[in-house]
């Protein structure tokens, strides 16, 4: 998941981890930068490098359960420094604090480290561990092109050894489509909307990615009646206004209409500028959200997947961190 | 709770515009801090002032916003009709490192084998803070060698609130750090023993990231011995400056609970520091129609069943609602960094990419009527 800071990436993901969960896949929502409000979201206390689940599904094997847990570069440097049998390195990288140096020396280590951990998360096969879909809420957009981008560097970059084993395998990931897409969260407004468009060519040219639907974020939803004046519905509803109500009415009535015709400009103008699926995710316009309303959001995603027009295509294995997959299997 | 717009005589604003020479623009990524920054020095300007806004944003939107394409890493001069001058320059973070490393060079071949250094090539690239470090070291330099009245910064989007406030001492931290000494050891004269020692550590870290690495790194240390003094006594110079009381920094928000949530560690992270946020401005509001609670709205609308009157009611309990909530994310926001003033602005028709749209801001900011 990818997008912007403020366009609400973080919500849309845990609906999109919900909305999957709800078809009977084990989803994992993987943080990256930490402090997302994203245990808030499901009403649960903070997570760290350790899983948690933030919202139970009663499967066999973790299905429907939405997991969640939090990667860091340090934590994933030693954990895959102790898999490939290479504790003393580990210690002695550790106590040093030599991974700034190190990542300094290549820049986009601590991203392939990061990758490359997801990728081994991806390729779990014990029941308890494993996850029918990753999703993985990627730094914010400037930084997730050069976060998806360093395998192929780092390719160029270091030319033997276990860091170009792993940008190996981490980039074929990346670039099999059965296995990964790259969903892109904008909001209906003209800058996130132009922004979106430049990330997205640069992550198929650049990367060579497949891009999955992109999400729509923030769309009010339409209210009938907004186009009566309150005196006119007034009367018609044979109801009295208190003193000045009308014109409160009339000028919410206004915005609203007003904002919704500059949103279905801006939707438009993506779908002209992006020849990609589109799943609208409408405005919440309650105080504070919670598990509730991501169901609700979650349902209105489900409903976004299900009328997409690729959906019957030929599905790939059901296992990647990949948006699309998780309309596997149907429900 | 009506928004009450500052006239132009009490606008706090215009105050501080008048009593820095640097405003520094904090917070989240997306809450609009370009377009603030501009909206400033524009002001600066039109009181009279010699003012420059300096943007880092990759997305080019301050280009955007006036109307210019391709902002150079020297400022240039924006036309308009105000009594003062409007300058802006957009971060080249690459080139201003370069200037930097052949500042500090004794010779032109230092500086050469620096800039042609691979491990070089990287860190001015990509090391993470370097954006940010580079921001700082442009201000200064601007602050010193231009007679601007007033530089109005934008600050990188990141997530660490003091990302630029470290920069300048990050490199310095990495040129102080274990592995450069040891790197530097063969050059200086260590005992044997010593090199065997860092010998063993680079041929294990050149296990994990591959020899050519550590052997770019070592090439690139032995390039910049001799320079980490002069990039020490810039770094606590830079310091200085951004915590002199000529600078000002302001926090820039929007209005919803996850962006006020960041700008309130923000806010606290500055306040550790011991910097004071002069004011607080928060972008995007919603306009608030009117005083009744939304759920006496949403009563009113169930009692008119699917009539047009339903609709009408619906729709003003959904925007007094958001309005309440945004006014309460702030409130505990405000608190934090009371005395300093909030000074809201509204959700506006569209996006500002123009004079004309940054003199609408203007309005809300400093009270200015819209031309």
Known sequence: MAGKGGVGKTTVSAALARAAALTGLSTLIIEVEGKSGLSTLFGQPAFDYDEVVLSPGGGPDGASDVRARTLTPDDALLEYLEDHGMNRISRRLAQSGALDMVSTAAPGIKDILILGKVKSIERETRANLRADLIVLDAPAAGHAISFLRSPRGLLDAVSVGPINAQARDVLEMLTDPSRCEVVLVTLPEETPVNELVETAYSLEDEVGISLGPVFVNGLYPPIAGLDTDPVEAARAAGAALHAGEADALRAAAGFRRHRMTLQAEQVERLGHLLPLPQIHVPFLFTADLGPDHVDLLAASIHQGITTMPDLNAPAGPTTGTSATTSAGPST | ?371
């Open chain 2, 1 to 371: 709770m009506t928004t009450i717009h500052p006239s132009p005589l009490d606008s706090p604003l215009r105050a501080l515009v008048q009593s820095s020479t640097i405003i520094v623009c904090t917070g989240s990524g997306g809450v609009g801090k370009t377009t603030t920054a501009a909206v400033i020095a524009l002001e600066a300007a039109r009181m009279g002032q010699r003012a420059c806004v300096v943007t880092i944003d990759p997305a080019k939107r301050l280009a955007d916003a006036l109307g210019l394409e391709g902002l150079t890493n020297v400022p240039s001069k924006i036309d308009g009709d105000w009594p003062g001058e409007l300058w802006a320059m957009m971060l080249d973070t690459k080139s201003t490192f370069d200037a930097l490393v052949r500042k500090n060079a004794d010779t032109d071949e230092q500086a050469e084998g620096i800039l042609a250094n691979r491990f070089y090539r990287n860190i001015s690239g990509a090391l993470s803070g370097t954006q940010e470090y580079m921001a700082m070291e442009k201000l200064y330099e601007l602050h010193h060698e231009h007679d601007f009245d007033l530089i109005v910064v934008d600050t990188p989007p990141t997530r660490n609130a003091l990302d630029f406030l470290e920069a300048p001492r990050r490199l310095t931290r990495f040129l102080d750090h274990r592995l450069y000494r040891i790197l530097m050891a063969p050059t200086r004269g260590f005992v044997k023993a010593v090199n065997f020692a860092a010998q063993a550590f680079l041929h294990t870290v050149a296990k994990v990231v591959g020899g050519e690495v550590v052997e770019d790194a070592v090439m690139f240390f032995r390039a910049f011995d001799g320079m980490e003094q002069g990039f020490r006594e810039r770094a606590e110079q830079v310091l200085e400056l951004l915590t002199h009381d000529e600078t000002t920094f302001l926090l820039v928000t929007a209005p919803r609970r996850e962006v006020v949530d960041e700008a309130t560690f923000f806010a606290a992270k500055l306040r550790e520091a011991d910097i004071p946020v002069r004011a607080l401005i928060v972008n995007r509001m919603h306009p608030h129609f009117s005083d009744a609670s939304p759920t006496a709205m949403q009563e009113r609308s169930r009692t008119f069943g699917d009539a047009d009157l339903a609709g009408l009611y619906a729709n003003l309990a959904d925007f007094v609602q958001v309005a309440t909530n945004e006014e309460m994310h702030l409130a505990g926001l405000a608190a934090k960094i009371s005395p300093a003033p909030v000074v809201r602005v509204p959700v506006l028709e569209s996006d500002v990419h123009d004079l004309d749209g940054l003199g609408e801001i203007a309005h809300y900011l400093f009270g200015r009527d819209i031309d």
